[in-house]
């Protein structure tokens, strides 16, 4: 779906989170949100907060995964998507601390591979993700699952593309200063997901916008994979559907 004003369109989005939520909390149930950090899904926020403060929307019910986080990683650190989410978010609603999960970037190495494992352990457990809200990086990556992952991949330590760690180099005031590896969710953890949205605004993204939609299905660019999934949905600005 392609849209002229990227605000309007992430207030749309915002608008079927809620909606979402609200019927959760008609039927008694949780309501597992996989969330996604970046510039995109940042007025998709600012709609949640704003519905929140108007007393229109209440997150009692909402238990969040995140997608990604650098490693190694502070949570009090600026950079981290554990101070982004909160700043944008948590922060601003009623959600429950204890319904928050975003992948420690501070796990000690050797307890790495079990930490993932857990992770999305805890994710099948609820059910799965309800819905799952992602951005898509200038390699095709979804949260960070860089060229080369796999369809089955499931939550993991990986290492950063060059293209990956360039665009997040102002962030960090230089490349140098920018993490070499982060946790991800896998693809198949996110391909599991009911629903799925994918924003892409700006010029910027809209060659591996093409390569997305029109591409061939490749782990070389993994959001391709979104083609086998039955209820996904891409939401895009004019420039980002430029090259369709
Ligand atoms: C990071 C995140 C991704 C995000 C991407 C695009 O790499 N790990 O989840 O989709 O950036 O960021 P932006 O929305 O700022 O273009």
């Given at each position: 779906e392609i849209f002229n004003d990227s605000n309007y369109a992430s207030v749309l989005v915002a608008h079927e989170i809620a909606e979402l939520i609200k019927q959760r909390q008609?039927?008694?149930?949780?309501?597992?949100?996989?969330?996604?950090?970046?510039?995109?899904?940042?007025?998709v926020y600012e709609e949640l907060v704003n519905l929140h403060k108007k007393g229109e929307l209440s997150f009692y019910n909402v238990i969040t995964f995140n997608l990604d986080e650098y490693y190694p990683m502070e949570p009090e650190n600026r950079q981290s998507y554990y101070y982004f989410m909160h700043q944008h978010l948590f922060d601003h609603v009623d959600i429950n601390p204890e319904n928050v999960n975003i992948p420690s970037g501070e796990v000690p190495q050797e307890e790495l591979d079990q930490y993932c494992i857990d992770y999305d352990l805890k994710i099948k457990q609820l059910g799965g993700l309800d819905?799952?809200?992602?951005?898509?990086?200038?390699?095709?990556?979804?949260?960070?699952?860089?060229?080369?992952?796999?369809?089955?991949?499931?939550?993991?330590?990986?290492?950063?593309?060059h293209v990956t760690r360039r665009d997040a180099a102002s962030d960090f005031n230089g490349i140098e200063y920018v993490p070499k590896k982060a946790i991800t969710m896998g693809v198949s953890t996110i391909m599991k997901a009911k629903r799925i949205i994918m924003l892409a605004w700006g010029h910027k993204k809209a060659s591996i916008v093409k390569e997305t939609i029109e591409g061939q299905i490749t782990s070389n660019i993994p959001a391709t994979f979104l083609q086998n999934h039955d209820n996904t949905t891409m939401i895009m600005d004019n420039e980002a559907a430029s090259e369709l």
């Open positions: 008609q039927e008694g149930r949780p309501c597992v949100l996989g969330l996604a950090t970046g510039s995109s899904p940042i007025k819905f799952q809200l992602l951005g898509i990086g200038r390699t095709g990556h979804i949260g960070f699952n860089e060229p080369g992952s796999h369809k089955n991949s499931g939550t993991r330590i990986i290492t950063l593309d």
